[in-house]
């Protein structure tokens, strides 16, 4: 959606990305969220929040060893220190939002899957769902980063309707409640969904497909630059940008099938 050229390095070329150091704090913090839920209530307080920090970020290290060049030039650990800092600022203003006290999620990390009627396979996985005692369900995903202005939460949006839409294939019922938790500024975004709301997102993520499957076939994968160019990892091999891509990778539609249908649609998270 945000540009088919970088869909195409990340998808297709595989081409590798330097770590984010907002990307990673973020995985930490979801980490803590998740397991924050596995202390008794009356025990999830923000202090022993703080004390999965370091042990999230160590297990971080632990399954990607890459993201220790993020530090790698920190010899007096002062950039690390403040990092973690942040971290400990994001948690803190998530105990302003909610208190996890009161609320027991039914699900955690929950991924998901569906198929379409047109075929197309969607999955992913949904921070926490919460069900009430008469039935009703509420999506939430936690962002690291501030929200967004009106023009980009239709984006944001668009990631939960998806989550609702695979939901309500699989359980039958529209989730009552999207809930975005942004954590860098302390604000809750919510969102009530219905049927006419998720038949359009199918039909959006239908045509995205078929705008893929077209791309393929045709090898012509469109950059789209823009202010968020700067950020981009593969910024010197663009076009747009004076740059020059390798060469297509031999890939079929269904190889690209079994790997990208159902991803994260927003991408980084926040």
Known sequence: MSCPLKYRFRVIDRLPEKPSPAAVRGTVVHSVLERLFDLPRGQRTLEQASLMIEPQWQQVLADEPEVAA???EDAD????AKWLAEAHQLLGKYFTLEDPNLLEPAERELYVETQLESGLTLRGYVDRLDVAPTGEI???DYKTGKSPSEFFEAKAL???KFYALVLWRLRGVVPSMLQLVYLGNGEIVRYVPDEADLRACERKV???WSAITRALESGDWRPSPGPLCDWCDHKAICPAWG???P???DRS???VAQESAGVDLVGVDG
């Open 70 to 72: 993020l530090f790698a």
């Open 77 to 80: 650990g002062e950039e690390l």
């Open 138 to 140: 509420r999506v939430v």
């Open 158 to 160: 668009f990631q939960m």
């Open 206 to 208: 239908t045509a995205l």
């Open 243 to 245: 740059g020059t891509p």
């Open 247 to 249: 060469p297509l990778p």
């Open 253 to 255: 539609v269904e190889e």
